[in-house]
């Protein structure tokens, strides 16, 4: 069965960092597509930041420039490195994989930006 792992979330003040991992089993990240989403309370998901199969990034406007998301093909896992943390960043972070025909959704880590 795969399982997409997301871990790294917690309380971090406004300007602080967290770096977010997506570890898999039973896929491979590197042959799909890997994107970051959050959902806030109240609001829809939304994609945070997206890496291709070819290493290909795409971020929401929001986060530009303060985060980056790479792979790891080695250790099979995705990063969100996430930097000048504000409170508008609050949310429950998923790790999300496509490939293949094939599509699946970690449980999600909660970031929470607060002084």
């Known amino acids: 069965q795969v399982q997409l792992v997301e871990s790294g979330g917690g309380l971090v003040q406004p300007g602080g960092s967290l770096r977010l991992s997506c570890t898999a089993s039973r896929i491979i990240f590197s042959i799909g597509a890997t994107g970051w989403y959050r959902q806030a309370p109240g609001k829809e998901r939304e994609l945070v930041a997206r890496?291709?199969?070819?290493?290909?990034?795409n971020y929401a406007d929001s986060v530009k420039g303060r985060f980056t998301i790479s792979r790891d093909n080695a250790e099979n896992t995705v990063y969100l490195q996430m930097n000048s943390l504000k409170a508008e960043d609050t949310a429950v972070y998923y790790c999300n994989w496509n490939g293949i025909g094939l599509n699946y959704w970690g449980k999600g880590t909660l970031v929470t930006v607060s002084s």
């Open positions: 890496i291709s199969s070819g290493g290909s990034t």
